[in-house]
């Protein structure tokens, strides 16, 4: 198991995560259940903004960000530990904002925000609206006028970096659907363009390359492009940025073929980014920018397991046995989207030798409906309980209510003490929103 992780094997033979034992929290709270370890997620915050702190005099913030989990408990995590989020959505702002998170430290994101996305984020005073199209300026523009406020803004540009991950979350390749793409000129367009707006106030750049990357390379060649972008700006158009925001990214341990990484290998990772920044700065004359990095998954990936019971046993001889389990795509649609790897364990049998192989099947109609296949276990039986590990990340955030089943609730783990964090969905709530016309009563 990780090093920095809570996760340990207690003397009942029980995974246990943040002092709290899994069979007793599944035994508790209910199946599934998606478990937070506390004490993980601030270590994480910690590590970066301490780097920053250390490194670059402090002069940087990190953002957290919220698409990996969003609900109020983490944005209140992330107040206390004074650093900034990220959010893509009117419901992630409405989210950190009703959490009491403080305005001004939410930078606002999105490819597409819509108008009232906008209007929502300019009212409620976001320090920072992170541009994707020229249409986006225009709108932040004419809001920001009416309401009398100078908005402060980045350009989200594309370097044209590849980073070596699953291609489908590859965001800044110059096919991207994301940002202003530097090598084609528009991204020097874009700024020509927000400069001459009168309620915008351009600050710098944003570019993400990609999420779940290891190598250190791509990091810091996106760096470099982006400094190299400053330094051209700088000269066509006398604008010298004093913000550059670098994304997230850094990748985490799903299962032994990723490398476990220490808190060290990400302090590194950031100190590979800031010494790129400055000795760009020093190579081109720049002077320091205000230093923003925005990791999702590596916060809160590895603080999070999902607990399962497992029902029907059905082996297929000779070719599959499928352990179905009380979850699945609704709750961890990432193996059907991306095939990702996991790493299951027993919760209530921890100690027990792997014997045998695995496909691990949700209940949803569904056969790509999946949270992993070959994997390793002792023998299951029905009955036993089923931990997913490192689902912290983009799991709660992607469930849905396919075939309405109900999005399963979160605890979060304190000291050996847990707590709901979200509730349980009713039946009730799933059809909440349900009418029925008139005419067909
Ligand atoms: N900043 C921006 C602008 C982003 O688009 C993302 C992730 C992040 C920061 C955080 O990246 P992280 O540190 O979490 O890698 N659903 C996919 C991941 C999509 C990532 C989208 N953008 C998955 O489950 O793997």
């Known amino acids: 198991m990780n090093q920095r992780s809570t996760l340990k094997i207690n003397a009942d033979g029980h995974l246990e995560i943040g002092g709290a034992d899994a069979v007793s929290l599944a035994r508790k709270f209910g199946t599934p259940l998606y478990v937070f370890d506390e004490a993980y997620i601030r270590k994480m915050m910690r590590v970066y903004r301490d780097t920053l702190q250390s490194r670059y005099e402090g002069r940087g913030l990190v953002l957290y960000a919220s698409k990996a989990f969003s609900c109020k408990a983490v944005y209140a995590i992330a107040k206390s530990e004074n650093i900034g989020v990220d959010v893509v959505s009117g419901g992630e702002l409405y989210t950190a904002l009703s959490a009491g998170f403080p305005a001004d430290k939410i930078y606002m994101h999105g490819n597409n925000k ?9 009212e409620s005073g976001v320090g920072t609206v992170v541009l994707d199209s020229l249409s986006e300026a225009d709108m932040v523009d004419k809001i920001a006028g009416e309401k009398g406020v100078k908005q402060r803004v980045l350009i989200r540009i594309n370097p044209g970096v590849e980073a070596h991950t699953h291609a489908f979350i590859q965001t800044a390749r110059t096919d991207s659907k994301f940002g202003f793409s530097v090598s084609d000129g528009s991204a020097a367009a874009a700024c020509k363009y927000v400069l001459s707006k009168k309620n915008l106030a351009l600050h710098g750049y944003h570019c993400h390359i990609g999420s779940q990357i290891f190598e250190e390379e791509a990091f810091k060649l996106a760096v470099e492009k ?140 569904e056969s790509g409906d999946l949270i992993g296949v070959d994997m390793p276990l002792p023998e299951v039986k029905t009955g036993d309980i089923l931990a997913v590990l490192t689902t912290g990340a983009y799991n709660y955030s992607m469930a849905s209510n396919y075939n309405r089943n109900a999005v399963p609730p979160a605890v979060l783990v304190n000291d050996g003490q847990a707590e709901y964090i979200i509730k349980p969905q009713t039946y009730e709530d799933i059809v909440r929103n349900d009418l029925i016309p008139e005419r067909l009563k």
Not at 114 to 122: D, T
Not at 232 to 240: A, G, I, Y
Request: charged residues 25%; contains cysteine.
């Open 114 to 122: 819509l108008f009232s996305e906008l209007v929502y984020a300019v």
């Open 226 to 365: 982006v400094m190299d972008f400053t330094a051209s700006v700088k000269n066509s158009l006398n604008f010298e940025a004093d913000t550059i925001n670098l994304g997230g990214g850094f990748g985490v341990w799903y299962n032994d073929e990723e490398p476990k990484l220490k808190e060290k290998d990400y302090e590194n990772y950031l100190i590979a980014l800031i010494e790129a920044v400055k000795s760009k700065a020093v190579e081109h004359g720049l002077k320091l920018p205000y230093l923003l990095i925005e990791p999702g998954r590596s916060i809160v990936g590895e603080a999070g397991i999902t607990l399962y019971t497992v029902g029907a046993i059905k082996d297929i001889p000779g070719i599959k046995k499928y352990v179905a389990v009380d979850g699945g795509m609704f709750d961890n649609p990432r193996y059907a989207l991306y095939q990702s790897k996991y790493t299951a364990i027993l919760a209530n049998r921890a100690n027990e030798k792997c014997t045998e192989k695995v496909s691990i099947a949700g209940k949803c109609c």
